[in-house]
């Protein structure tokens, strides 16, 4: 077999901003969907009976959609039913965001379960609000307890925003498969990208296992 | 002799009557009990005979169904604000001391300072330093709650309860989880307290502490004070059956100590 390499290094300034472009997807994403995620379990939790049904709906909608149909629906169907054109990054940012959110919602839901209610009930003997109590005491505990879910969600979410290259996003796997195209080298660009994307997932598995270790909780 | 013998205080907390249902289970039918300033009422009683039921409906962790409960002469609020002020001023102890594990012993004890009073940093870690110190734990204030001994935790579950500076002290079988050689640390911290004058509920099994730090006792039995009186009366010359059997079952014949 006839391998060429150069490729690889000819394309390495259009597959560095690819790669730039896959983890800004990621990190927006998270700082999206975890915050939100946050308020979806609380709304489960804690909220109105008729709100509550309505966050359940939402979770059990996106958890059980494949996330590429979610891509594609959000790409075809969302501008024709609301007039509302977005860019193929808002909007590969939209449905990953409602996906993930939808996950890390249920997430949340199950660490703040797994605190002992005398925690709530200690924090609000003080005198604090419901709102107090679980911001200050059940939340920090509930994220600590998470952490190792929430970092395999983010490593997921890593190699997941590949699915965003069905509607054109530049990232990684997008631009890969474009340069494979151009280029016929199929095995040199499919082994660049599994390359990129190990070297750059491995280490961020890595990293959140010790910010796991560093601040665990133990009781 | 006990302070209500002597001269009691105000009334601070009356049950009248009060009810508590967990579906078709009665857990509490119809309780009478007055708490009086600077006393310290014991309630004792069988497991599941209601008496950590009745502690935890005066700061409202639990709602009643029937009859009422009055701190400080007004009935408890149902406004939720209202609510958190008493709260605030009942300081409550739990049977498995409820830390807060991702806070140090200081940090535990600083929180309600913080976040209720909404006090300074420096302010409520002075305060909170000043409780501990109280509780003889000092040396800990770093510590968190997992590198404590039990009797340690419930120490500092003393002092965040009292860092609130409140009117009374609830306490929920507080030596019911600790080891035995532990359980005297916290029974001295709370006679200390008692001595203070601090107004103190206690649900207990330890009949010694109830019969020499007690200024009342109130035995119950399926939901219902079966007798209360000072612990003269409830333990060296019972009037009811109930109190007998319990006592006797708890091998209780008279102080050992």
Redesign the interface.
Known sequence: MNLDWSVVAAHRGVLAAATGMTILLTVATMAIAVPCGIVVASVRLYAWAPLRAMATAYVELFRNLPLILLVYWAFYVLPIATDVGLSPFATGLAALALNVTAYNAETFRAGIGSI?R??L?????????RT?AVR??VL??AV?RILPVLASTWVSLFKDTSLVSVIAVPELAYVAMQIRAQTFRVLEMLTAMAAIYWLLGYPQAKLVDWIQRRYA??? | MSRRAKESGATIIRYRGVVKRYGAFEALSGVDLDVHAGEVVCLIGPSGSGKSTLLRCTNALETIDGGAIEFEGAELPRDERALREVRRRMGMVFQSFELFPHLTALHNVAEGPRTVLQARRAEAENRARAMLAKVGLSDKATNYPAALSGGQQQRVAIARALAMEPDVMLFDEPTSALDPETIGEVLSVMKALADEGMTMVVVTHEMTFARRVGDWVAVFDAGRIVEQGPPRQIFDAPTTERTRDFLSHLGWHGETL
């Open positions: 002992r005398g925690q009930e200690a924090a609000m003997a003080l005198g604090m609000s107090q200050r005491i920090p505990q600590r909780v133990t009781e």
